[in-house]
């Protein structure tokens, strides 16, 4: 599967932030081939036959609508068919700046983020999101090293860094406390300590 998660085994990691964290309620915005889709759902079935603990992964993705690098919604939801995921994961067809309006204040447990992640992209996610996570829940977002900062196209673009957004954030410095993991991509953890 062509994800740049997968060289360094990040599925370990969704997956076990999953069972630790005894998520119910997920929400991903990008979704792509589905590495990351697939490994967010073993932790949740896991937890459903270990420890008895339902859970739901809500997907979004622009599919063919995206300009750039995409796939067909049926090819990724094969994916979630062959390794029999199929009733931990809804796929939907969404806008990641739009989709937050579907979601009660304090309703989601752990939310992923994997748009085409810029300072801008943590900037405007962290605004419109922040309030639908749950006080201890987690939001992950692709990137945050300085590598990943440092990226071909961010540099091309002139795109805006994510780490120095994560130490400007008013939002991230006053709720969450955060952690990177540096291998490349990258994966920076926000763990909400509070609501208010």
């Known amino acids: 599967m062509d994800s740049s998660y997968e060289k360094n085994n990040y599925g370990r990691v969704f997956e076990q932030i999953v069972k630790s ?14 590495y990351s889709t697939k490994h967010l759902a073993k932790g949740l079935a896991y ?4 420890r008895g603990i339902s859970g739901h992964l809500d997907s979004y993705d ?4 995206y300009p750039y690098k ?8 094969d994916v979630i068919n062959k390794n029999n995921l199929q009733d931990f994961i809804t796929l939907n067809k969404g806008d990641a700046f739009e989709v937050y309006k579907k979601y009660d204040d304090e309703s989601i447990c752990l939310l992923h983020v994997d748009i085409s992640n810029t300072g801008e992209t943590i900037k405007r996610i962290m605004s419109l999101w922040h309030s639908k996570i749950r006080c201890n829940g987690i939001i992950l977002f692709e990137g945050g090293s300085v590598e990943r900062d440092n990226v071909d196209w961010m540099i091309k673009y002139k795109k805006p860094p994510i780490r120095a957004e994560i130490s400007s954030n008013k939002i991230i410095n006053e709720f969450y406390s955060v952690n990177i993991y540096e291998k490349f991509p990258s994966l920076t953890a926000f ?5 208010r």
Do not use: D, F, P
């Open 21 to 34: 964290r005894q998520a119910r309620n997920i929400v991903e915005l990008g979704v792509l081939y589905g």
């Open 62 to 65: 622009l599919w063919e609508s």
């Open 47 to 50: 937890n459903k036959t270990h």
């Open 191 to 195: 763990y909400k300590n509070k609501t």
């Open 70 to 77: 995409h796939t067909a919604m049926s090819k990724t939801q």
